[in-house]
């Protein structure tokens, strides 16, 4: 359509006032907001980051782990509240639901669709970084773990607490344990101990009404959701109670990357059958690049390389025999290896250097980021050779290192735990979780594109009815609740019986009765339906 140059600065006259009375009443809303949170809590006004502090940008940036969901026209929050107490939270939930604005709970802002922080809708971010607390009781090896803790803060507590206790939560050291457990969460020891999820006895959360609950007060069917149902759908978890792992004084580890041309495509068809049936002491986990190398015979040098990094909680000798005896392939030799201490296993699995002091693990900003999408997919059977050379040049249409695969191996505890058990219902039968990032830097659609036309190369290979993926690898892609009005039960299956198969259900009726206003949401939170 063509329009005369009077039409289109009309147009313009129109847009410019339309945004300024947007802005305005935008302005309006976090008044009458910040009103009515100092009314209700008299201690809050140092907690409270609104867009003229000059403290907002680096709080908010600071938890922001992908870039794609740091531009300038990403939606920022009204207000963000850094809450010290309980009852601040519940002054944040009360004055939300007062002025209806939507609420975003982040802890360590991991999530992959940046949930945690953006909202299409007018909203403020609840930022728990300030809840750090970690209470270990050391005659039940147990632990009441605060949301804001991330896993480097949790992994140097238990350490300073112990050095043969352990927790089977993630690998970087500043994702938070608030919405790693709410997801499920597995690391290392997964095929020891289970999920973070699996070691939870107890939990704090405030409701919609403000209420503070615990597993006695809230009653088992909430207790069960909020173990692996997905943050941000059944309350604010405040706080976790964890059942500590033992450890051995000494675990051994290693990373050892093979190419191509280094026979990789033999060794990884191997491994997808013998690593889901290691010992459970065992977790190799592998992650694959495209690297640009002289050593390759393609014309265009491009060659696909795995890192295979692997913990084993015993010593060294053991570990040897193990390795001879179920993954010889690899040809892992004695100097590839390392003993060490639990806790700086855990900082050699945040892609620190081994040696480094612990202390690192406290730091929440040190890790690089970049702007990502990233899927998942689990697989019940090896992908054939053919189908991985497949994968290999569907990895060379990238450029080098701007595709990550990552695999991480099942079986061991978790295929002794029942798919109802919690939420997260991927357990026995499952051989690995396959995890697709792409960095979205540069050609960001393009490169999305690339990530979608893998999804549906990858389809004969993983695991379908319903195509299987993992909460905490939250995508968009597929679909979202209404932002206005309810959503359909068929709607949120789309997502929910990915995630969940037939937990989904029992999530559904959980939250019809625990939230049924909805007021805990976001693009796919579990939605109240009446089943
Ligand atoms: C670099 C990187 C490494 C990762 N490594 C692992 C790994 O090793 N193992 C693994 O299992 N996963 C891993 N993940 C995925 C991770 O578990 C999820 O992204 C998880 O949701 C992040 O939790 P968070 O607190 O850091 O994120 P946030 O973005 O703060 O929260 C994620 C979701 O949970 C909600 N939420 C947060 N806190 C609370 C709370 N206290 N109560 C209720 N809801 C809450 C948020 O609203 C949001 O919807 C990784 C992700 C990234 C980006
Ligand atoms: C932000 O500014 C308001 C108003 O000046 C002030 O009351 C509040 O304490 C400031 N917040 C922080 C964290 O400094
Ligand atoms: C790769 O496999 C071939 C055939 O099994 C073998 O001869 C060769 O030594 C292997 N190469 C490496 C680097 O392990
Ligand atoms: C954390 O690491 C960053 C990046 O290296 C550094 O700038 C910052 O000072 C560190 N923070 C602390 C508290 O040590």
Not at 57 to 83: C, E, G, W
Not at 115 to 133: A, G, I, M, N, Q
Not at 519 to 531: A, D, K, V, W, Y
Request: proline residues 5%; glycine residues 8%; charged residues 20%.
């Amino acid at each position: 359509m063509k329009l005369s140059a009077t039409t289109s600065s009309i147009c313009v006259v129109v847009v410019l006032l339309l945004t300024i009375s947007c802005e305005a009443s935008a302005e309006d809303l976090s008044d009458r907001y910040l009103e009515c949170l100092n009314r209700h809590s008299r201690d809050i006004s140092a907690s409270v980051h609104t867009p003229k502090n000059t403290t907002f940008a680096n709080i908010l940036l600071q938890s922001v782990n992908n870039l794609r969901f740091a531009k300038p026209d990403t939606p920022k929050p009204l207000v963000i509240i850094t809450p010290v107490r309980g009852s601040q939270i519940q002054s944040v939930i009360y004055c939300c639901r007062k002025h209806g604005i939507e609420m975003r709970i982040r802890s360590g802002g991991h999530s992959f669709e940046g949930l945690s922080y953006v909202s299409p809708v007018p909203f403020v971010v609840l930022d728990l970084v300030e809840f750090k607390k970690f209470d270990f009781e050391a005659k039940s090896k147990t632990a009441w773990v605060d949301s804001g803790l991330t896993n480097g803060e949790l992994y140097y507590r238990i350490g300073e607490a112990s050095d043969r206790l352990g927790f089977p939560s993630g690998l970087w050291g500043n994702v938070g344990v608030g919405g790693i457990i709410s997801g499920g969460g597995y690391g290392m020891m997964m095929r020891k101990y289970g999920l973070a999820a699996d070691n939870v006895i107890d939990a704090r959360l405030i409701d919609a009404n403000g209420r503070i609950l615990d597993r006695k007060s809230m009653g088992e069917d909430w207790f069960w959701a909020i173990r692996g149902g997905g943050g941000g759908s059944f309350g604010v978890v405040l706080s976790w109670k964890v059942k500590l792992v033992p450890v051995p004084k000494t675990v051994t580890v290693f990373k050892v990357t093979r190419s191509v041309e280094q026979n990789l495509t033999t060794i990884f068809h191997r491994y997808q059958s013998v690593a889901p049936k290691f010992p459970k002491e065992l977790d190799i986990r592998a992650t694959g690049q495209s690297i640009v190398t002289n050593s390759s015979p393609r014309s265009d040098k491009k060659t696909m390389v795995m890192r295979f990094e692997s913990l084993y909680l015993g010593g060294l000798d053991r570990m040897l025999l193990v390795m001879q005896q179920h993954f010889p392939e690899l040809g892992l030799l004695r100097e590839d290896c390392s003993e060490v201490s639990w806790l700086q296993a855990m900082l050699y699995f945040s892609e620190f250097d081994l040696h480094m002091s612990p202390q690192i693990l406290l730091n929440r900003t040190i890790l690089p980021r970049t702007p990502f999408k990233g899927r998942s997919d689990y697989t019940q059977v090896p992908i054939p050779v053919q189908g991985l050379e497949g994968l290999w040049e569907m990895m060379y249409k990238l450029p080098p290192r701007k595709g990550t695969l990552q695999f991480t191996p099942y079986g061991g505890r978790m295929d002794e735990i029942s798919e109802s058990a919690l939420p997260f219902p991927y357990r026995s039968r499952t051989l690995y979780k396959f995890n697709v990032l792409v960095d979205t830097e540069t050609d960001e659609e393009a490169r999305l594109e690339w990530l979608r036309s893998l999804a549906r190369y990858l389809t004969p290979y993983v695991t379908k009815n319903p195509r299987s993926a993992y909460v905490n690898y939250v995508n968009l892609w597929m679909g979202t609740n209404n932002l206005k009005g309810t959503t359909s039960y068929e709607q949120a299956s789309r997502w929910g019986k990915r995630y969940f198969k037939n937990n989904f259900d029992r999530l559904v009726q959980i939250k019809s009765a625990v939230d049924p206003d909805n007021f805990f949401r976001h693009e796919q939170s579990i939605p109240p339906i009446t089943l």
